[in-house]
Nanobody, 124 residues
Framework: QVQLVESGGGLVQAGGSLRLSCAASGRTFSSYTMAWVRQAPGKEREFVAAINWSTDSTYYTDSVKGRFTISRDNAKNTVYLQMNSLKPEDTTVYLC?????????????????WGQGTQVTVSS
């Protein structure tokens, strides 16, 4: 049973930074791709970033390139999303997701495992 637990959300002013964490358990994740997805109320889930656990390849949606960085810590089985230069439009719930495989997974529907999410609020 894959379990994903997010933390690190909160309230920050525009231009500020936050680091989200996703603690993963229940599997050996060396063959997995991990992602961060965000979802605003009433909207579809939007892919933000992904990292392949074994190759360290990363992918980002255009709106966060240069501002967000996804990384992982093998020893802690944890994936991070460092968010810099935050904008009010980044305000929403951020969810951690996982799937087996090392391909180019940049659609939210491609991920079967999900955490509960953490709220990020950016004030103007």
């Amino acid at each position: 049973q894959v379990q994903l637990v997010e933390s690190g959300g909160g309230l920050v002013q525009a231009g500020g930074s936050l680091r989200l964490s996703c603690a993963a358990s229940g599997r050996t994740f060396s063959s997995y791709t991990m992602a961060w997805v965000r979802q605003a109320p009433g909207k579809e889930r939007e892919f933000v970033a992904a990292i392949n656990w074994s190759t360290d390849s990363t992918y980002y949606t255009d709106s966060v390139k240069g501002r967000f960085t996804i990384s992982r810590d093998n020893a802690k089985n944890t994936v991070y999303l460092q968010m810099n230069s935050l904008k009010p439009e980044d305000t929403t719930v951020y969810l951690c997701a996982a799937r087996r495989g090392s391909s180019y997974y940049i659609q939210a529907y491609e991920y079967p495992y999900w955490g509960q999410g953490t709220q990020v609020t950016v004030s103007s």
